[in-house]
């Protein structure tokens, strides 16, 4: 959830539940067919049994081991460095999402990557109420600095508010994406993504302003 308004301390029991309907949803419904089934034959996939990086463990040369959801490999041996942590960039590569290419990379980094994780973070507020961390949505509560006020959870007009603020930012970020592929098959001929084949997409189809309309999902 890191390119999503979450907390690190969000609680993520419920998103794996929602990933896979959501996601196909999403991707037959806003992205086409032709396209989102180009997405899963291309993406790139780690060794069955990645784990999470684990602290105080040695990784040698081409291992791969996930780190807060991203896919990083090793690139020395007796590789004890934290991947999102560690300065030198000799230690660990990120894995690109479809490899060298670059087209579907940056449309996945730059468009398609938030936007699913902001639609997976307002789907599962409902879940895991109510705060954008351990409690779910929460709200200020009491007079004084912000370290002497207390939290009490969001109500359902609370809820519904900034479910509706997000809703109107997933419409800005659809529009930037569809602007985005429209021009890259205008101008970018090296661009082998079949971009062209999005039937129709725009902010009301994938990115609904009303809470009981469709909403999509996310995978890192």
């Not at 993406?43 to 069955?48: A, C, G, L, Q, R």
């Not at 960039?89 to 087209?103: D, L, Q």
């Amino acid at each position: 959830m890191a390119f999503s308004p979450a907390g690190r301390d969000y609680p993520t029991d419920k998103i794996c539940q929602l990933i896979p309907q959501i996601e196909l949803e999403f991707g037959y419904e806003c992205l086409g067919e032709t396209l989102y089934d180009w997405m899963r034959e291309n993406v790139t996939t780690t060794p069955i049994g990645t784990g999470e990086w684990q602290s105080g463990c040695s990784y040698n040369t081409g291992d791969y081991v996930t780190r807060r959801g991203w896919p990083f490999i090793s690139l020395t041996d007796l590789n004890t460095c934290d991947p999102i942590n560690d300065e030198d960039p000799a230690t660990w590569a990120e894995v690109e999402r479809f490899g060298t290419n670059a087209c579907a990379n940056e449309f996945w980094e730059d468009y398609l990557r938030p936007i699913l994780a902001n639609k997976i973070f307002s789907r599962s507020l409902n879940f895991t109420t109510r705060k954008a961390g351990a409690n779910g949505l929460t709200m200020l509560e009491g007079g004084g600095s912000y370290q002497a006020q207390g939290f009490r959870s969001g109500n359902k007009a609370e809820l519904s508010e900034y479910k509706k603020d997000l809703n109107a930012e997933l419409e800005t970020m659809v529009s930037n994406m569809t602007r985005w592929a429209n021009l890259k098959i205008k101008n970018d001929s090296t661009c082998t993504v079949p971009l062209s084949s999005i039937p129709g997409c725009n902010p009301g189809l994938c990115a609904p302003s009303s809470n009981s309309v469709r909403r999509w999902g996310f995978k890192h």
